[in-house]
């Protein structure tokens, strides 16, 4: 299992002001990437790839995961 939290500032570790609703956009374009898994309160992303998992198939997760983020990022610039 793998947690990621996203802040608005690294050093302070101030999460982002929940009225920009980030989570409710990354959890749509997760969705539109066919991604399983959801991001919630204060931008906290759980993942639980299956063992079997291959280096591919971690790569392409990845990839989903970075465009997901880039749409989020251009849509509340």
Known sequence: MLSL???ADRRT???FDPELQLVDQLNVQFKQRGLILRAHSNIIINMSPPLCITRDEVDE???KID???SA???ESA
């Open 67 to 69: 465009e997901s983020f």
């Open 5 to 7: 939290e996203l802040v």
């Open 61 to 63: 997760i990845v990839e």
């Open 72 to 74: 989020v990022e251009s």
């Open 13 to 15: 570790k101030a999460p």
